[in-house]
């Protein structure tokens, strides 16, 4: 599961690298799609997985601001940057015996929702690439290259 993580976080700074050659009206106009805006997404890829991990299998109490006050480039790899410190350890940590743990999610309704945490880790890897496809779209929507999202390559199953 660790290398999934960091396949993500590896692809997320290159996203972060890709904005760089961006105007800020790309980033931040409206598209067909998933959250509509790629700016946007990237916030919400780091606020999903940082809500999911740290508030919601550590029940830690976290800090997601909206994103009207990260709404730059800069601080959306900021906002990253904050939550990854926080949660990479649990990552790095992670053995088989917390697979099957349980953790409790309110719904936006208010309904209670059982988890296994190796469900919940293995959807917030999916949720990252789900997303990370949605960039690519729109990357070439705009007549940019995407980012390259091939897991072979990347040094994370040496031999």
Request: proline letters at 4%; aromatic letters at 12%.
């Amino acid at each position: 599961m660790l290398k999934l993580f960091k396949y993500n976080w590896k692809i997320r700074r290159d996203w972060f690298d890709w904005c760089e050659t961006v105007s800020e009206e790309e980033l931040l106009k409206k598209r067909t799609g998933g959250i509509g805006y790629i700016l946007p997404t990237l916030y919400h890829v780091v606020a999903v997985e940082y809500g999911w991990i740290c508030g919601g299998i550590q029940g830690k109490a976290i800090d997601i601001p909206p994103f009207k006050e990260v709404a730059s480039l800069q601080q959306v790899k900021d906002f990253s940057a904050r939550c990854h410190k926080e949660l990479a350890p649990f990552v790095y940590d992670w053995d088989d015996s917390l697979e099957d743990c349980i953790m409790i999610d309110i719904t936006d309704e208010g309904e209670r929702e059982p988890h296994k945490y190796g469900e919940v880790m293995r959807h917030v890897i999916a949720h990252e690439i789900h997303h990370s496809g949605q960039l690519s779209i729109w990357s070439r929507e705009i007549g940019k290259k995407p980012v390259n999202a091939n897991l072979i390559g990347r040094g994370l199953f040496d031999i």
